[in-house]
């Protein structure tokens, strides 16, 4: 089992960018997933979390950025996209997304070294001016 993310890249402020993260050997049926933003001397963020207990409908976190993203899924539920728009400089970092399974979630992420939580190699975003 595995999460890719993919679309990262070079963008500049004011751009919009949709990132994904495809799954392999689960769904998003059978897990909870989030995307997270980790910045070099920062703690790692949470940005957003979806559900399928809450038909697949995405739910912020970070106040930064919850009136910027949409987070959606393909009809499989295999791969879940961040759609973030008028990115800012300080949008910039390590995209990640994670997943687990949603009979061990409670509501609230776990440590990032949680066993229990797959997290995928990340996709690197940069914004300029």
């Known amino acids: 089992v595995q999460l890719v993310e993919s679309g990262g890249g070079a963008a500049h402020v004011g751009d919009s960018l949709r990132l994904s993260c495809t799954a392999s050997g689960f769904t998003f049926d059978t897990h909870v997933a989030g995307w997270f933003r980790q910045v070099p001397g920062k703690k790692r963020e949470g940005l957003a979390v979806?559900?399928?207990?809450?038909?697949?409908?995405?739910?912020a976190y970070s106040e930064t950025v919850a009136d910027r993203i949409h987070v959606s899924t393909d009809d499989a539920h295999t791969t879940m996209y961040l759609h973030m728009m008028a990115l800012k400089p300080e949008d910039a970092g390590e995209y990640l997304c994670?997943?687990?399974?949603?009979?061990?979630?409670?509501?609230?992420?776990?440590?990032?070294?949680?066993?229990?939580?797959?997290w995928g190699t990340g996709t690197r975003v940069t914004v300029s001016r």
């Open positions: 979806l559900s399928r207990s809450d038909g697949h409908r995405f739910h």
């Open positions: 994670a997943a687990m399974d949603k009979n061990n979630f409670n509501g609230e992420w776990p440590d990032p070294s949680n066993p229990l939580v797959l």
